[in-house]
């Protein structure tokens, strides 16, 4: 078949190197410099060998395109670009929109439209159709379905063909369908009976980590208070096997998904007459952790970090990583920097950061760790500071979170 994948970045990079090795697949994305890095075989995303991009060329199964007419003749199309917040934290669907005059006007007939991009509850169904038809021309029976994506960046143990995967159709038709595609990559669907219930899962999924991760934040806070060690307390509740589920301390919830896709959820709850509550206070609880860790940290050094050279240990917002995107250790920057510290970072991941190159691991008079990437040494973190403030619990003889 012919697929194209609109996107190519995280999710649908990582679909197109799976599909490729059954369908023909037609990349799209805008960025210019990415589609042409493609072309040469060159991966931007961890978890996609650029070996695998290569080969999937080399077949004739592959191929990225700025040019919206390479679409025609698709008989699959993958909807996977940016849904994020806007200036008021409510949902952008405004990529979305984009994808879907892209698709609308150079389809040349009837194909199953799938959206694996994040959104609230209705959007395949009110959203996508609507906005598709549209823009369309000429007006083809296409068949709509969602399969959310639970892609993990980095991840080594799970992956396109053994993570399960939800997806319904708004018809039978486009459900058979969407079966059909997956399963030729995929070895575990997960069949739900509509397009809204794959959609509330994937928000409510990462919604529970976002409320977690925001209660064991709350925890670290009062163990802080009660001078217990939050980490030894995890593991101490770890210990019962059932009922419990451990969630790490940290400072604060970055990426393109748990800072994002709960304010997806609250919108929508809020649209419907419900105030969700626990979704707001996480929000408050993570996005107030840099300034929890910053007064922690002046505290620590005599009150005040005025004039003193602090240096912020991985900027990416998880480990092994290059995405910034949301990260906390943006906060955190702003925070020690209202305190009157002079601020620099290090991450050899991410390289090169809103216009500034990575600091030396050295020669700063505090160092605090937002992220621990594998090549980073625990012991060149020491030694980069005299103080040194861990939130990730990797960095043994540091001053723990
Ligand atoms: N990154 C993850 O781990 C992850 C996991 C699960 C779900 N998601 C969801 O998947 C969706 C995509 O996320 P991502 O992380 O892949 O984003 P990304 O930023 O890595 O990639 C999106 C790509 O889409 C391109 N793009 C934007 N508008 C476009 C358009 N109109 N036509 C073609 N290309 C366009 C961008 O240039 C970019 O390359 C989001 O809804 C996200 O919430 C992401």
Sequence with gaps: ????????????????????????????????????????????????????????????????????????????????????????????LTYIDSACKVIAENLTGPALIINESTSFPGTIRNYIKPAIEKYSKQMFDHLYAISPERVDPGREDFNQKNTPRLYAGLTLEATAKTRDFYSTFCDNLVEVSSPEVAEAAKLFENTFR???????????????????????????????????????????????????????????????????????????????????????????????????????????????????????????????????????WNDPVVGNWHGTESSPLSGADIAVVVTKHDVVAAEDILKSAPYVFDTTGKVKGAVQL
């Design 1 to 92: 078949m012919k697929v194209a994948i609109i996107g190519q970045g995280y999710v649908g990079l990582t679909i197109s190197a799976f599909a490729a090795k059954h369908h023909e697949v037609v990349g799209f994305d805008l960025n210019s410099a990415i589609v042409s890095q493609l072309n040469k075989g060159i991966s931007h995303i961890e978890g996609v060998a650029s070996g695998d991009i290569k080969q999937a060329i080399f077949e004739g199964k592959y191929k990225a395109t700025t040019d919206g007419s390479e679409i025609a003749g698709s008989e699959i199309v993958v909807i996977a670009v940016p849904t994020p917040l806007d200036v008021n934290r409510k949902p952008d």
């Design 210 to 344: 976002q409320v977690n991760i925001a209660l064991v934040n709350e925890l670290a806070q009062i163990s802080h208070a009660l001078g217990i060690d939050v980490r030894e307390t995890l593991d101490a509740a770890g210990t019962k096997p059932y009922g419990f589920m451990k969630f790490a301390p940290s400072a604060g919830v970055g990426g393109h998904c748990i800072p994002v896709d709960p304010s997806y959820l609250a919108d929508v709850a809020e649209k419907a007459g419900v105030e969700a509550t626990f979704i707001k206070r996480a929000n408050e609880v993570n996005l107030d952790m840099p300034q929890y860790i910053a007064g922690r940290i002046a505290k620590d050094n005599g009150g005040s970090v005025k004039g003193k050279k602090v240096l912020v240990v991985g900027v990416a917002y998880k480990p092994n990583v290059a995405d910034t995107r949301e990260t906390p250790a943006e906060l955190l920057i702003d925070a020690l920097n209202v305190l009157g510290a002079v601020v620099t």
